[in-house]
């Protein structure tokens, strides 16, 4: 899954203000894949979607736990 897909997951009437969290992606990751059920591979990619796109900018961190997509013109 790459990032423009998630932006597009993500992205809410326009601007990037739904924060949500990893498990959150993991649903995304499984439904995009057609899986039934969430499991570890899921969030060890879900990880490394969000760890890719805050090192790229396109997510930051609100909090501990929760992500949003940054404010980035294209």
């Given amino acids: 899954m790459t990032e423009p897909r998630i932006q ?3 992205k809410r009437d326009g601007k990037y203000s739904y924060k949500f969290r990893r498990a959150d992606v993991a649903e995304k990751i ?3 894949f057609g899986d039934d059920e969430v499991d570890s591979s899921h969030y060890i990619r879900a990880g490394r979607v969000l760890r890719e796109g805050y090192e790229f900018g396109i997510i930051k961190k609100v909090g ?3 992500y949003q997509m940054s404010e980035v013109k294209s």
């Fill in 30 to 32: 499984a439904e995009y």
């Fill in 8 to 10: 597009k997951l993500f």
């Fill in 64 to 66: 501990a736990a929760r």
